[in-house]
């Protein structure tokens, strides 16, 4: 049974330019949320999506915005690069928005270093 | 929203015990823990629902009290492996966002 995967691993951008980070959800949930881990701190909401719409949104700008496809995998898109982007980004999937109180499952989380 | 867990660090001897708080400004929805090594991701342990109900690992307890907006985690008989950053994360509704935890890193030593 695979769990949440996210590509890529690590990422080297530089400041102005765009990144997409890609997740794939555990089999069998249907929702995905993404979430930034600045280094030493906990993980702070980004967004989530659930039938391909975004249903909730943390306190992030316009420049990160993301998408859901038919088969729940997520892209997680941020323009305009800041230096202050530069941390790991988990993706977490579940089944369910949070309302049946079910956990959240993590990956790995991508490694973005702005430059 | 963010909650506050106490203490933000602990360190233990193996087979001590340790509790780690969290305690939220507002009303609680539900309440998860989830421990999560360096360099790692983070990695559920329980869920703490409003009216009582619990999911979680065998080997992990913790409480719920709604009227304090409070959890408390209880780590018994520590081993090494339960090493890591304890972050509780919290909903205020079924429909709310979930905020994580201020986070608590515990190290237990031989």
């Known amino acids: 049974d695979a769990g949440v995967t996210q590509s890529p691993t690590h990422l080297i951008k530089t400041r102005g330019q765009q990144v997409t980070l890609r997740c794939s959800p555990k089999?069998?949930?249907?929702?995905v949320s993404w979430y930034q881990q600045a280094l030493g701190q906990g993980p702070q909401f980004i967004f989530q999506?659930?039938?391909?719409?975004e249903r909730q949104r943390g306190n992030f700008p316009d420049r990160f915005s993301g998408h859901q496809f038919p088969n729940y995998s997520s892209e997680l898109n941020v323009n305009a690069l800041l230096l202050g982007d530069s941390a790991l980004y988990l993706c977490?999937?579940?089944w369910g928005t949070g309302a049946l109180g079910q956990p959240q499952h993590f990956g790995d989380g991508t490694r973005l270093s702005i430059l | 929203q963010q909650p506050v867990q106490s203490p933000q660090a602990v360190i233990l001897r193996e087979g001590e015990d340790a509790v780690i708080n969290c305690s939220s400004s507002?009303?609680?929805?539900?309440v998860h823990w989830y421990r999560q090594k360096h360099g790692e991701a983070p990695v559920f342990l329980m869920i703490?629902?409003?009216?009582?109900e619990q999911k979680g690992h065998d080997k992990i307890s913790a409480s719920f009290n709604e009227k304090k907006q409070q959890s408390s985690l209880y780590l018994t008989a520590s081993q090494l492996s339960y090493s890591g950053t304890y972050f509780c994360?919290?909903?205020?509704?079924?429909?709310?966002?979930?905020?994580f935890g201020t986070g608590t890193s515990l190290t237990v030593i031989p």
């Open positions: 977490a999937s579940s």
């Open positions: 089999s069998g949930h249907d929702t």
């Open positions: 999506y659930y039938e391909e719409e």
């Open positions: 507002k009303a609680l929805y539900s």
């Open positions: 703490l629902l409003k009216g009582g």
């Open positions: 994360g919290t909903r205020a509704s079924a429909r709310n966002q979930f905020y």
